[in-house]
């Protein structure tokens, strides 16, 4: 009867410790710490991380990629989500935008790598030609992985100019070594 009344402590904890009500309703707005492509002409290389939703940004955070090509109006994003693999897509997806920035589900995200300029300029078409090969765009694991923190270290071992040092907390991002 102890162990059942734990677990139910530790159930109830966790559930009123969650940042957010749900993640339909949770912020995805901009951060406003992304170079803006209207003002930033250069190219532009950013890595984030932001909390994991609910109680699991305790323990480890969800990265993504953007990139700017020189003059471009909006970014590249470039992140691995696993709920696109249960509705029968691609973990890995590829979109457009202004506000590569946004929150994660309320976590607002920290960038974990910028470039901007030449460098950047010279290493996008590696990163887009590393995201065409990346060996798990259709699977997700939560642990050990692969899942949206093995991406970009996978992506950081294919450009090493990059120089990529992911957050400790990047759980699953040991998982890119297996290829």
Not at 5 to 30: F, K, P, Q
Not at 97 to 123: C, H, M, N, Q, V
Request: hydrophobic residues 40%.
């Amino acid at each position: 009867m102890t162990k059942y009344i734990g677990l139910l402590l530790i159930s109830v904890l966790l559930s009123a410790c969650s940042t957010n009500d749900s993640w339909r309703t949770a912020s995805r707005e901009s951060a406003g710490i992304a170079p803006a492509p209207e003002t930033e002409k250069e190219a532009v290389i950013e890595f984030y991380a932001a909390d994991a939703y609910s109680w699991r940004g305790w323990f480890a955070v969800h990265t993504w990629v953007a990139t700017k090509e020189k003059n471009a109006t909006e970014y590249t994003v470039y992140e691995v989500v696993g709920w696109r693999v249960n509705r029968g897509l691609p973990a890995l997806s590829e979109y457009k935008t202004a506000t590569p920035d946004r929150y994660w589900f309320g976590a607002k995200p920290e960038k974990i790598l910028s470039i901007i300029g030449p460098k950047a300029d010279a290493l996008i078409p590696k990163i887009s030609e590393a995201v065409k090969h990346y060996p798990w765009a259709n699977e997700y694991t939560v642990f050990p992985g692969p899942n949206s923190n093995t991406f970009p270290t996978w992506i950081g071992q294919q450009v090493p100019e990059l120089d990529l040092d992911m957050p400790f907390n990047a759980i699953g991002s040991g998982y890119a070594n297996k290829k």
